[in-house]
Nanobody
Framework: QVQVVESGGGLVQAGGSLRLSCAASGTILWFNAMGWYRQAPGKQRELVAVIISGGSTNYANSVKGRFTISRDNAKNTVYLQMNSLKPEDTAVYYC?????????WGKGTLVTVSS
């Protein structure tokens, strides 16, 4: 069993910053890929950023230069530093961790950016 728990969401004004955290625990002690997705009201879930075990990262074009993903392998935790937030970043942010073709999702944390 794997548990994935996000934290750090909240309400912030446009231009502000938030840092999301995601801790994975359970029977799997290491994940190849750890990433963040988001789903805005009425829209499909989309990739925000992903980081592979070797440190390679990939970002959605809409967040490049504003968001930074990082991971602490010892803690099985992935972070998303979000700067210069825009109202269009408002969404539920989900953490996803994967290994060996298996993917595990958290329940999400709400980020609301006011204009």
């Amino acid at each position: 069993q794997v548990q994935v728990v996000e934290s750090g969401g909240g309400l912030v004004q446009a231009g502000g910053s938030l840092r999301l955290s995601c801790a994975a625990s359970g029977t799997i002690l290491w994940f190849n890929a750890m990433g963040w997705y988001r789903q805005a009201p009425g829209k499909q879930r989309e990739l925000v950023a992903v980081i592979i075990s070797g440190g390679s990262t990939n970002y959605a074009n809409s967040v490049k230069g504003r968001f930074t993903i990082s991971r602490d392998n010892a803690k099985n935790t992935v972070y998303l530093q979000m700067n210069s937030l825009k109202p269009e970043d408002t969404a539920v942010y989900y953490c996803n961790v994967g290994r060996g073709g298996m993917n595990y999702w958290g329940k999400g944390t709400l980020v609301t950016v006011s204009s």
